[in-house]
């Protein structure tokens, strides 16, 4: 029997990265190692990397210099401990991080972790080593299960990479050089996947991948299947009330996925859109395949089949020649929609990506006034969407206990947190909660008879 050993995963980045931090500490369960949350305790840290936008790598090595620090005191005290570097950061410079950094001992891309393992053993024993091919297993086959008790541990949401990579090349965008070509996981694989989370008491689930709903896996009958079909296939498993699926192209929004919306109940009316500016002529130098049109259309069509969808989006600002105009379409559309919430971003150039050689970048000066300038308009549309809440009982999925005594958190279906007092046998339950009050991240509220009504969600111009 070896000796129990600690690992702690440090992840920075999307869910994806959540998702794989979470798949690394499974397979590495069955070689001894047990989660900890402190970096010191740890005989294995693995730092989940990010490379969206800048200062990814300059973030990484202070990181690692950090790291060096608790191996140097570990090794003062006869104990040895190992630095890995994964995810896309690793994906992208490969070799260069044992290069500059003495103390990584393992380097291993997005796609290779399921060797991890093997390689772990090998780096005990003194090697180096640096694993950044896209392999040709598929990784999720090599990858270990968690157990019951881990996945109790994790809560009762849960996140499944159904798909990964994408083939789109948005001019200014990382993914698809450190994610590979899109993939995506066959039906039977990932329901059997559900099907064990819910048995260990998994409510709700989030299918994930970078482009979701370009979703083409492998279906019982053996022709590639939608999104809407996986879903309507996972509604059927039960324990599973709740179902969400994450990022969303607008290229993508087929018209039986939309449907889905109109006719799954467990299909929660929240759906993450990014839609990165509302002029087209960004849009064209993003090449993103859609015009502020189409954008339009899709939500028009969604919203066709259930009123209260709430929509999300992301934004990026002073993307190169990016014009006053060009940013005023950007504030005009969100006024369009009405957005429950977006997340925002000043344009960073990538290395190797044909934005960053765009002649016409715009001055950070620039480019940060007018996120702020954008952010303004989010931060009302929020605080609109949450506000037209009070008064209203929606259905709440009761997660964890909050901070004070007898207090639970739990989410409504359009994913805002909700305090409430309830008893702790209810985490796991869906109750009506009567919204009471917002905060700034938080809706407060109390646990209601009864029947939930859905809001009339009308943000639009707010
Ligand atoms: N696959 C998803 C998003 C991936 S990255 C999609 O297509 O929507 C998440 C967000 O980061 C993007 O939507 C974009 O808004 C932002 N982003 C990506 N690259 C960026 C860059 N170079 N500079 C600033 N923001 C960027
Ligand atoms: Fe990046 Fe565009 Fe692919 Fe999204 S669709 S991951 S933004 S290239
Ligand atoms: Fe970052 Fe890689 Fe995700 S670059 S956003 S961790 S796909």
Redesign the pocket.
Same mark, same amino acid.
């Given at each position: 029997m070896n000796k129990p050993r600690k690992v702690h995963v440090k992840s920075f980045g999307c869910q994806m990265n959540v998702y794989d931090s979470n798949r690394m500490a499974d397979s590495l369960a069955g070689a001894g190692f047990s989660e900890t949350a402190q970096a010191a305790d740890a005989d294995l840290v693995i730092l989940n990397t990010c490379n969206i936008r800048e200062k990814a790598v300059d973030k990484l090595y202070s990181e690692i210099g950090r790291m060096r620090e608790l191996k140097e005191e570990a090794a003062a005290q006869g104990r040895q401990m190992l630095i890995a570097v994964a995810g896309c950061v690793a994906q992208a410079e490969g070799q260069e991080i044992t290069r500059r950094a003495q103390a990584v001992d393992v380097v291993v891309g997005s796609q290779n972790y399921h060797r991890l393992p093997g390689m772990i053993a090998r780096a005990q024993a003194g090697e180096r080593i640096v694993d950044t091919e896209f392999p040709v297993e598929d990784r999720f086959d090599a990858l270990a299960a968690p157990t019951r008790e881990v996945i109790a541990k994790r809560g009762i949401a849960a996140f499944v990479t159904v798909q990964e990579g !994408?083939d789109?090349? !948005?001019t200014f !965008?990382v993914?698809?050089y450190t994610r590979g070509a899109e993939v995506s996981r066959p039906v039977e694989k990932i329901a059997t996947e559900v099907e064990r989370l819910a048995s260990a008491g998994v409510r709700e689930v989030t299918l994930i991948g970078?482009?979701v709903n370009a979703y083409h896996g492998q279906g019982a009958d053996g022709r590639p299947a939608t999104l809407g079909q996986l879903l309507r296939r996972l509604s059927d498993v039960p324990g599973i009330v709740r179902l969400r699926y994450t990022t969303s192209?607008p290229c993508d929004m087929k018209d039986d996925l939309i449907a889905a919306h109109g006719d799954l109940p467990a299909l929660m009316p929240y759906v993450h859109l990014p839609v990165q500016s509302g002029s087209d002529r960004m849009l064209a130098a993003m090449n993103r395949r859609h015009t502020r049109r189409d954008y339009l259309d899709v939500i028009a069509r969604l919203r066709a089949v259930r009123s209260d969808l709430a929509f999300t989006s992301d934004f990026i600002v002073g993307f190169p020649g990016e014009t006053e105009a060009d940013f005023r379409a950007t504030l005009t559309l969100l006024d369009e929609v009405g957005f429950a919430c977006a997340y925002s971003f000043a344009y960073s150039p990538r290395p190797g990506t044909p934005a960053a050689d765009m002649a016409t970048q715009i001055p950070p000066e620039e480019q940060s006034e007018r996120l702020q300038r954008l952010q303004a308009v989010i931060n009302r549309q929020w605080r609109a969407f949450n506000a037209s809440f009070i008064g209203r009982t929606v259905e709440v999925l009761l997660e964890k206990p909050g901070r004070l005594p007898g207090q639970l958190v739990g989410k409504t279906p359009y994913l805002q947190t909700v305090q409430v007092m309830a008893r702790p046998e209810l985490i796991g339950s869906l109750v009506p909660v009567a919204i009471t009050d917002t905060g700034t991240n938080t809706l407060f509220g109390a646990l209601a008879e009864g029947k939930t009504e859905m809001p009339a969600l009308a943000t639009a111009g707010a």
């Open positions: !994408c789109k090349f !948005c !965008c993914v698809p970078q482009n192209h």
